[in-house]
């Protein structure tokens, strides 16, 4: 089995009973009919049809669960996806966004292959939390239309600010007999009892009894079959296919394919890591990654949405009881099998009913207490957020994205750099150990000894540069100790190699003490340690004064 590639399916079927089995089912089929009402409404917020939603649910769904390296994880359409999905299909046309898909599937393998599950996790707070809040603003614009019943026939802008204008000119039109059976649904979901919640959830609830309301009382609300017709569910699965694609355009396709794939990842760990400790259990992260990669390349050539793994899913998976990716396998079966037996039905679900679901998924999802927190962060980390969340909503999620990380990656650079420190041991080296402090020691005559801490990288290579700018003569030997240098890349290397160069031209010596294994393995790979000298690396500050006392004499 490749080290890389761990279906959790294949370690839980050890030993696996029927107690097991019974459990899974009852916990697939708990949140399959969860599944279902959400799916469609996330179909229908991605610019698409509920169909293409169920689909997605579907097919991802049973892939993740049989390739992933959680054991309860549940996969499918997400809301984060939404704006990437909907700038994509009115740019490149539904047969772009597939091919966007297929490309984000691939990118997600590559990156299980590359071990780089383990990476994501490192991505700052501030940018997950601000594009998060930016969805969630960007999820609310995308329901108000059928919240309000408001009647617009032309389609619905992409960006922000074009939905506010459509929906600002059209605010008269609204229809208060839609708006009273959203409102009626979202407080349903919102109010309804935890403890009957965990049994019969209030999203189905809201859905069944909104339907029935609405065809008893013949109430003139929009639905799924007068808004995509009487056959926009279909009863069967569609074949897979090859999508017709101008591949001239490949190029335009990248960028948003590997901000779908940052979505797929970040989310799908975050929720592994969720259940795991709900389920005192521990994924596999790069397995996790090529699941989802299959997972998005399967739902693409069915015509689905993105994918990744659904926190609130999972939950509600783990909470029915859920033991083993047989509920993912079970969820899946039973979302074919509502729609196979009926599917006619679904075309009288009202779409204000299913508005209310993604509103509470906004509203749920926006975790706005943030906002509260802010004046309590570093200003650094609230430039990142705010910035974060405002090109969220009012640019592109791809931009927000990138911009997010260059900013969260520069502020981390600049503190990097503000911690490492460059002082003269002297009194001030109290701290170290006796071997690496120089207190009750003499240094020898054309000597001048230094410690450095903190991670030597490229933030912090000007430090080096300046060592002796402070000192009014130049010593003959400069001690540098690296007992706190816990880490160095290529540019410190270089910052050393130039150092080295340059007291090494005015017919002076440099000696390195104390430094660590990983340092020490870059200098030795950089080439540096042969260059310096083995003899001029000492374990500790006494020996590099005895060995500077030579090299003065």
């Known amino acids: 089995m490749l080290s890389f590639f761990r279906p959790r399916l294949l370690q839980t079927l050890r030993g696996y009973t029927r107690a097991d089995f019974f459990a899974d089912v009852i916990a697939g089929v708990t949140v399959g009919i969860i599944a279902l009402a959400l799916s469609m409404a996330l179909g229908i917020a991605s610019d698409r049809t509920p169909a293409v939603g169920i689909i997605t649910a579907i097919i991802a769904g049973f892939l993740n669960a049989i390739f992933s390296g959680s054991k309860v994880q549940i996969g499918g359409p997400t809301a984060a996806f939404i704006p990437v999905v909907v700038g994509v299909a009115q740019t490149y046309g539904v047969d772009g966004l597939v091919v966007c898909t297929l490309l984000a599937g691939v990118i997600l393998i590559l990156m299980g292959i590359a071990r780089l599950g383990v990476m994501i996790k490192y ?233 209310a679901v993604l509103v509470v998924v906004a509203l749920n999802m926006g975790e706005w207490h943030h906002f509260a927190r802010l004046r309590h962060w570093p200003m650094s980390d609230v430039v990142v957020y705010l910035l974060t969340f405002v090109l969220t909503i009012f640019t592109d999620i791809t931009i927000a994205v990138e911009v997010g990380m260059v900013l969260a990656s520069v502020l981390f650079i600049r503190r990097i750099a503000e911690t490492t420190k460059l002082t003269s041991v002297d009194e001030r080296d109290l701290d170290y150990d006796p071997e690496h402090s120089l207190r009750g020691k003499i240094v020898p005559a054309g000597v001048a000894a230094f410690q450095m801490q903190g991670a030597f990288m490229f933030g912090a290579a000007d430090r080096l540069e300046s060592i002796l700018a402070r000192r009014e003569q130049r010593p003959r030997v400069v001690v540098l100790g690296m007992k706190r240098v816990l880490a160095l890349d290529a540019t410190g290397l270089h910052a050393l190699e130039e150092f080295h160069h340059d007291i090494e031209r005015r017919g002076s010596h440099l000696v390195i003490a104390g430094v660590h294994t990983q340092p020490f393995m870059t200098l030795s790979k950089g080439g540096f340690v042969e260059q310096l000298g083995e003899e001029n690396f000492c374990a500790d500050m006494d020996s590099a004064l005895a060995r500077a006392a030579q090299l003065a004499a």
């Open 123 to 355: 991505i700052p707070m501030p940018v997950i939390a601000g594009f998060t809040a930016g969805i969630a603003v960007y999820i609310f614009s995308t329901q108000v239309r059928d919240f309000l019943g408001l009647h617009i026939t032309e389609k619905m802008p992409a960006d922000f600010l074009g939905k506010v204008h459509v929906l600002a000119t059209h605010i008269d039109t609204i229809d208060w007999t839609s708006t009273a059976v959203a409102m009626g649904s979202l407080l349903v979901i919102k109010f309804w009892p935890a403890k009957w919640a965990r049994r019969v959830p209030g999203t189905i609830v809201a859905v069944i009894f909104g339907t029935i309301a609405v065809a008893l009382l013949h109430l003139p609300v929009a639905t799924i079959g007068s808004r995509f017709g009487i056959d926009a569910i279909p009863r069967s699965l569609p074949m897979p296919h090859w999508p017709q694609f101008d591949w001239s355009q490949l190029g335009g396709l990248v960028r948003p394919a590997f901000t779908i794939a940052l979505l797929a990842s970040i989310e799908s760990l975050l929720c592994a890591v969720v259940s795991d400790g709900m389920t005192e259990d521990k994924h596999d992260s790069n397995t996790e990654l090529c699941a989802q990669g299959a997972a998005n390349i399967g739902s693409a050539l069915f015509g689905g949405l993105p994918a990744t793994g659904a926190l609130a899913r999972t939950a509600a998976n783990i909470r029915s009881g859920a033991r083993s990716p047989v509920a993912g396998i079970t969820h899946s079966l039973t979302i074919l099998t509502v729609v196979l037996v009926a599917a006619p039905l679904a075309r009288y679900i009202p779409l204000p009913v299913l508005s």
